[in-house]
């Protein structure tokens, strides 16, 4: 295994030798390679690890003498020059995350999360904005994203029809199979392709012309193969909260299509009857949530995790890597489940007479990773400014790409930043109830995105403190 990590090395260096450009377009298909882990002087690596290091010193070679040189340039002649999109946010956030692992005690695993978390996608992001410079050079990077998709859906898929692969027995039965691709568990599959296929699928639909040529023809087949793969993987995987993200999105784009009449009336509608709903249908809504394991675990999970911020924790959370330690005092082993959706659950739980009947709604509970909600996540690994500071980047994020919706007269472009936004939509949608950070691909993954962005700011020479005006 050793060995041919180091032949890996050694051509994949010899690729970034030949073509930087090349190098980071292999790294952004290769974001699943973080599984394979090794150790290189008893520090644990990943491949995707040890890939974005070598691209990134082998830009910093190659660009030695400008960057020295960038160095002593006048400060009138670097004022000229344009800022990185997203430049002072990302260093609050690097010194933010650093502070916070000291906040836990400094372990290995917190320094591991702040290098692969942190760190590695900031390089990444560094890598891309200085080599990817247009629309063509995003297209490449959408392609390779969709190609990385395309791999982790077909090895969905085949496990779907096989069950071959799934660790997990109860997971891998015909009866209650849910696919996990080359992870570990099945929501992993649709956190990493939820966000994609808003990129995908606005490959399919743009620049239609007049003549298309073959190449174009083979390219869209391939991104439509690649949008209904990812699709069929999430819903093999059976992860709601993706689904649910998907299907949002999908009525914010015929929303977004409508004239504004028709808006106006849809929403008007919206906030008339959805009270009516909600209000008559109480009853059975409690019960279905009732019933949904998943939805008992995090309400409990959310519960839990304020309750340890509240105590002492408020402002500086757990620090990374430390949330299982800081939860352990706050958490309950287990709970009652109303597993077959009984209205008359509560009542025989307490006052029945029947202990198989609580024996069997017993469900032990364990200690997670993280809280399962994209605001606690960030607040519990780096604190109450961390977590307000990405929600920032966030919205700042979709302001901004909506700004280019609605003033970009080239229709690509148009389209473009509506999928952008809509893959930031999916992240935050699905986060809501689970992880969609807090893991190697997913955090690069996500400052791809915010790097698609930028790229479109910095060739735009688009203003950020005008958003009324395209320079």
């Not at 239609?208 to 990812?230: A, C, E, P, R």
């Not at 893959?423 to 969609?436: E, F």
């Not at 915010?450 to 958003?467: C, P, R």
């Amino acid at each position: 295994m050793n060995y041919l990590i180091i032949i890996y090395c050694i051509l994949f260096f010899i690729l970034n030798r030949l073509n930087i450009k090349s190098g980071v377009l292999l790294l952004i298909f290769m974001l699943p390679t973080y599984l394979i882990r090794f150790k290189i002087l008893g520090i644990p690596f990943t491949l995707l690890e040890i890939s974005i290091l070598i691209v990134f010193l082998n830009w910093l070679f190659n660009n030695r003498k400008n960057l020295f040189n960038n160095l002593l340039k006048k400060r009138k002649e670097k004022e000229n020059r344009q800022a990185y999109p997203f430049g002072w946010e990302i260093i609050l956030i690097l010194t933010i995350a650093f502070i916070s692992i000291f906040v836990g005690g400094t372990t290995s695993s917190a320094l591991g999360i702040f290098k692969a978390y942190f760190l590695e996608p900031t390089l990444l992001f560094i890598l891309i904005l200085n080599n990817f410079k247009n629309e063509k050079d995003i297209k490449k990077i959408i392609f390779m994203l969709a190609l990385s998709s395309v791999m982790v859906s077909l090895m969905a898929i085949w496990q779907k029809i096989t069950g071959q692969f799934i660790a997990n027995d109860f997971w891998a039965q015909t009866e209650t199979r849910r696919v996990v691709s080359f992870y570990g568990y099945p929501n992993a599959v649709a956190l990493f392709i939820g966000p994609i296929i808003p990129l995908m699928f606005n490959e399919i639909i743009s620049d239609f012309k007049n003549k298309i040529k073959i190449k174009t023809i083979l390219y869209k087949l391939f991104m439509l193969f690649s949008t209904v793969s990812g699709i069929l993987a999430i819903y093999f995987a059976k992860s709601k909260g993706a689904l649910l993200a998907l299907l949002l999105v999908l009525l914010l784009i015929i929303f977004i299509k409508l004239k504004t009449k028709l808006k106006l009336i849809v929403l008007s509608l919206l906030v008339i009857i959805t009270p009516i709903i909600i209000y008559w249908q109480r009853d059975t809504i409690n019960l279905k949530l009732s019933s949904s394991l998943s939805w008992q675990i995090r309400q409990l999970q959310w519960k839990e995790t304020m309750e340890m911020l509240k105590d002492g924790n408020f402002f500086q959370g757990s620090g990374l890597a430390n949330y299982q330690n800081k939860i352990k005092p706050y958490h309950q082993e287990g709970f009652f489940f109303n597993k077959d959706a009984d209205p008359k659950f509560r009542l025989k739980v307490v006052f029945g007479e029947d202990q198989n009947y609580r024996d069997e709604r017993w469900q032990p509970l364990e200690i997670y990773l993280y809280p399962h909600n994209i605001f606690l996540n960030f607040w519990t690994e780096i604190g109450l400014i961390g977590a307000l500071l990405f929600s920032y980047i966030i919205i700042k994020f979709m302001i901004i790409s909506l700004n280019f919706y609605r003033k970009e007269k080239n229709k690509r472009n148009k389209n473009l930043s509506l999928a952008l936004f809509l893959s930031m939509l999916v992240i935050i949608i699905h986060g809501l109830v689970d992880v969609p950070y807090f893991k190697n691909d997913l955090s690069i993954l996500f400052w791809i995105i915010i790097s698609l962005l930028a790229i479109m700011i910095i060739s735009k020479k688009y203003n950020l403190y005008d958003k009324n005006k395209f320079d």
